[in-house]
């Protein structure tokens, strides 16, 4: 018998996890029913994906607390497990059971109580990254909130100080669009930057890459000033930069080529150049295979560029094939196989005219057509 797939929503969420939760409100509160709220949890919670279970989850936990804001946020500290281990610097993002608090306080506190709102999201984060409630703060508040999130960037928990960054990044992926004026989060980055813990400075380095995607001078100038500022370690300093410039780096930005060290104009002649086989099967692959030579001993960012055919036109997306140093005038060759997955939900595959460019620092050297089909047989050589 094979086993089940793998369910992120189950593994989060589940008969056990709400049994947690309930058992920290029962100890809370001794008037909270806690079979009564683990049973009506549980009779509904199959129903729904990751993000609306947490959503179910707060709705009968907060039918269960006291109806005013203050009361109901006693009632939350006092169930609150400890706090995650502070002698920790990275990937502990804390357990999810704890999200429907977040909601919780979003709901009751965001009209009427934004402070003791903050303090409860500060104390949350502690135990669980509170970055998607914070956005509703950011918006409806954002004085009160800016002003707490200076007070936070020199926190002594580090889960704290990477909120301010994680949860008004631009982008942030599944959360709630913000409404900051452009440039309002730099001078919370130019204090986080410093920071002597990957997982703030990665957050620093996402929004600022977010940032990039919109405003590349912006984020060019910032890192460029915090390099010369010397406050961050230089090895760190340096996979900052070049995780914060990875959108711009694919883009070909020679701005962002410039600070990573790589010229836009490298002397690197493109000798030679294939793409096999020219019709391919969804499913299936192409190699391709090149040969560059460079004039002078030269680092370089070679990738790779498809164009995907579309509904509406073209589709075009970056690939990395090879972050290497060229020596002077010798021939250098390299291969990469691509697949062409098909069932993606975010990106779907169409049959008919591809290509794909060769990109070495963002300048582009080549290009090769091939035709993809609809999958069901081996792919065939034109």
């Known amino acids: 018998?094979?086993?089940?797939?793998?369910?992120?929503?189950?593994?989060?969420?589940?008969?056990?996890?709400?049994?947690?939760?309930?058992?920290?409100?029962?100890?809370?509160?001794?008037?909270?029913?806690?079979?009564?709220?683990?049973?009506r949890v549980m009779a509904r919670l199959h129903?729904?994906?990751?993000?609306?279970?947490?959503?179910?989850?707060?709705?009968?936990?907060?039918d269960h607390l006291p109806?005013?804001?203050?009361?109901?946020?006693?009632?939350?500290?006092?169930?609150?497990?400890?706090?995650?281990?502070?002698?920790?610097?990275?990937?502990?993002?804390?357990?999810?059971?704890?999200?429907?608090?977040?909601?919780?306080?979003?709901?009751?506190?965001?009209?009427r109580h934004p402070e003791l709102s903050l303090d409860l999201l500060e104390a949350l984060t502690c135990r669980f990254s509170m970055e998607f409630s914070l956005r509703a703060f950011v918006n409806r508040w954002p004085d009160v909130v800016m002003e707490r999130l200076v007070a936070w960037a020199g926190h002594p928990n580090y889960h704290v100080r990477r909120l301010v960054s994680e949860g008004t990044r631009p982008r942030l992926p599944w959360g709630k669009g913000i409404d900051l004026p452009a440039g309002a989060t730099l001078p919370l980055l130019d204090r986080l930057h410093a920071d002597r813990t990957r997982y703030v400075t990665r957050s620093v380095a996402n929004h600022l890459n977010d940032i990039a995607r919109s405003d590349p001078d912006a984020a060019v100038e910032r890192l460029t000033r915090w390099r010369a500022a010397a406050r961050q370690d230089p090895a760190e300093m340096a996979w900052m930069t070049r995780h914060a410039l990875r959108s711009l780096i694919k883009a070909g930005d020679p701005r962002a080529m410039e600070v990573l060290g790589y010229r836009a104009d490298a002397g690197v002649e493109l000798i030679a150049m294939e793409v096999a086989p020219q019709v391919v099967a969804i499913g299936e692959e192409i190699e391709i295979a090149l040969t560059l030579r460079a004039e002078h001993d030269e680092p370089v960012i070679v990738d790779y560029v498809v164009d995907f055919a579309g509904a509406r036109g073209m589709r075009r997306k970056v690939f990395k094939m090879k972050d290497m140093r060229l020596p002077a005038g010798s021939a250098v060759s390299l291969t990469k196989r691509h697949r062409f997955k098909g069932g993606a939900t975010t990106f779907t595959l169409m049959p008919g005219p591809?290509?794909?460019?060769?990109?070495?620092?963002?300048?582009?050297?080549g290009t090769r057509a091939f035709v993809l089909v609809a999958g069901g047989g081996p792919a065939r050589t034109a």
């Open 1 to 39: 018998m094979s086993e089940a797939p793998f369910s992120l929503k189950d593994q989060l969420f589940n008969a056990d996890k709400v049994a947690c939760l309930a058992g920290w409100m029962g100890a809370a509160d001794p008037g909270f029913p806690v079979s009564a709220f683990q049973a």
């Open 47 to 62: 129903e729904f994906e990751l993000k609306a279970r947490i959503d179910w989850i707060a709705t009968c936990l907060q």
């Open 67 to 111: 109806a005013t804001f203050p009361a109901a946020a006693e009632v939350i500290v006092r169930a609150l497990p400890p706090p995650l281990d502070p002698a920790r610097v990275d990937d502990d993002f804390g357990d999810f059971i704890l999200a429907p608090f977040g909601v919780v306080t979003e709901r009751m506190g965001l009209e």
């Open 354 to 365: 591809h290509a794909v460019h060769l990109q070495v620092n963002g300048r582009r050297l």
